[in-house]
């Protein structure tokens, strides 16, 4: 994560914003009043899509099974239907 304070954040926008799109790379703004975090819009997406997953207790529960399942029971990726 990326620490800077409200001055260079604004000194660098444009650098700061390209870093944290090209690479995923949070952004923490420190200021006087409290931090806020920067995110690339994909992280964003991605962060919205697991709370809403783990939100769903059946579908939590299926990704822990998933997760607990030996790769030995699993079916090769060339198999799977779509």
């Known amino acids: 994560m990326i620490n800077t304070n409200a001055t260079n954040l604004r ?3 444009f650098g700061v914003l390209e870093q944290t799109i090209k690479y995923n790379e949070p952004v923490n703004v420190s200021t006087k009043d409290g931090n806020a975090v920067i995110l690339s819009e994909e992280e964003y997406n991605s962060l919205t899509e697991t709370l809403y997953l783990v939100s769903n207790p059946t579908m939590k529960q ?3 099974d998933g997760l607990n399942t030996p790769i030995s029971d699993c079916i ?5 239907e779509w």
Request: no cysteine; glycine share 0%; charged share 35%.
């Open 76 to 80: 090769p990726a060339d198999e799977v």
């Open 11 to 13: 000194k660098n926008l």
């Open 62 to 64: 299926e990704i822990i």
